[in-house]
């Protein structure tokens, strides 16, 4: 016999906790059993407007309460959430929702074009909340095989693919995150991390089945974080870089630190810079490294706490459940300190992408999901990612990560943003060209920042070009697209 299946997972926290804090929005409060009151009224008025069992149903809300009551609303009614983007242009979303092939769409009060241009059925939060409600037909028990999620990959390296995850990936992505982050009764979340992404909805997952309380931001703001920790009592923060930058400067300038009970910035999404690292270091702000994934359901690797310092830079050990190779490119496992793309394996890892089987096909091996990610393992089995295999840099047979030069541009006091990518050489094959954002008033020059490159870097790393421009083109998640830098050149938009 097979043990797929659990309780209800809301549910379930409610039997146990009811009277336990669940969420801190503004100056509201909710428990367990209210948020399990308030999600059960509205399952009843989603089963009202049609709604049903197994349906996907997009999910376009900013972070509010109402946001987490709907998303439990839907996982009580066993729905399909597809949940969207709020950043994204409208031309985006129709394509996602329409990707996804979605029965109909939840949207805030303010998303009135989208509701427009939609064929869907589509209702506002507003219009959803003054609905009738019926007896809902409630899932007592979850399987933990069933979708429970789709969320779109961010679209860095090409066009976004909707992520399944279902309740298994969650539960073991949250059961993951406690064995090596540890949870005590003490512990209070601070969501300011967007719903819509893995991180977000993650954290509300911990919330439930930890039955941990979760302050909730609609949006981050470095000084209303650092007031919350403080006065609300926040052990955990997940952030990624920019936000932690806002962090650390915001401490400065208040010429403060964080409390003691602050155990943790949970740092993801992306890169992290070592400048950022050492100045968290310097201003005492525990951060934990972390690797991981729309695929991952939230991180897969992490850094222990007690190897934050001295292995600064490295994203840490796939957590307990989870298991990670590197593959060279003849299919080999790679040595110590050999790099190759990052394969993973685990139960939190998604079991493929929506109607996406060619996809699902290249990216899945015998269970390991090829990650497109390079990095390598130290000697000690920790982990370093230096790139994504896409924007790896070819010149003359040596490899060249660009986020290995944008961190060293990125420390460089003028520099306020950087961009790296390779361009066609006749002699090398490929070198790499600069995109700078000077900080404001600052008036450095391609010769000042190519001498401080060749102060911190290998010759052959330095960029060749330099470009200067206000803005560099990044994605709704904010994420760099390299893609899009030689285009701006290309298309004659930018000028050294
Ligand atoms: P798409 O898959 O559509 O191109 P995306 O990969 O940016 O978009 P996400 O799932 O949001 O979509 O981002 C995951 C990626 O972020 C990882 O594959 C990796 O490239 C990058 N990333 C995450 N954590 C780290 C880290 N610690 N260091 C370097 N890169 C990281
Ligand atoms: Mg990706």
Redesign the pocket.
Known sequence: MQFDTMPNLLKKRVFLTPDRTAIYFNEETITFKELYEKSLQTAGKLQGLGVKKDQFVGVLLKNHLDTVVILFALQLLGVKAVILNNRLTTKELIWQVNDARAASLILDNDFEQIKKEVTIPAVTKDQLFAATSVTPEIQEEINLNDVCTVMY?????????GVLHTYGNHWWSAVGSALNLGYTDSDRWLCSVPLF??SGYSILMKSVIYGMPVILHENFDAKRAINDIKNKHVTIMSVVGTMLYRLVEALELEGCQLPKHFRCALL?????PLPLLEACKAKEVPVF???????TASQIVTLAPEYSIIKLGS?GKPLFPSQLEIILEDGRMASPREAGEIVVKGPNVTSGYLYRPDATQVNFNDGWFH???IGYLDGEGFLY?L??RSDLIISGGENIYP?EIESVLLAHPDVADAGVTGFDDETWGQVPAAFIVRKKNAHITEVELKQFCLENLAKYKVPKSFYFTDKLPRNA?K?LLRRKLSELVQEGRIHK
Request: hydrophobic share 20%; charged share 20%; proline share 6%.
């Open positions: 990959t961010s679209g860095t390296t090409g066009n976004p693919k992404h893995i993801g999404g992306g890169p992290a490294q972390s690797y991981g994934m729309t695929e994203a990650t497109g990610d990612v790139d994504r986020a998640s994420k």
